[in-house]
């Protein structure tokens, strides 16, 4: 049986000036908090135990066109 998960990592919309100014380095930033989650998670044996594959997918605005950044994340695991 393969398992998928979607998560999403929204950033609260207080940081919304700060992503304006530095873009490129709040994304980054996102990013690596991101994967750095997902990873020690699996690793913790409490959790999976294991390793995940995950794809990072970021979105910047709402379906109704409001500046909102998160990160969707859809993972598997894929050993213990």
């Known amino acids: 049986m393969f398992l998928d998960f979607h998560l999403v990592f929204t950033l609260p919309p207080a940081l919304n000036p700060l992503a304006a100014t ?13 994967s750095e989650t997902l ?18 997918v970021l979105h910047t605005w709402t379906q109704d066109i409001w500046h909102a950044i998160s990160i969707c994340t859809r993972w598997s695991p894929v050993a213990p």
């Open 39 to 56: 990873l020690d998670f699996a690793a913790d044996p409490r959790h999976l135990g294991g390793t995940l594959a995950f794809t990072l």
């Open 22 to 34: 530095f873009p490129r380095r709040l994304h980054e930033l996102l990013f690596r908090a991101v």
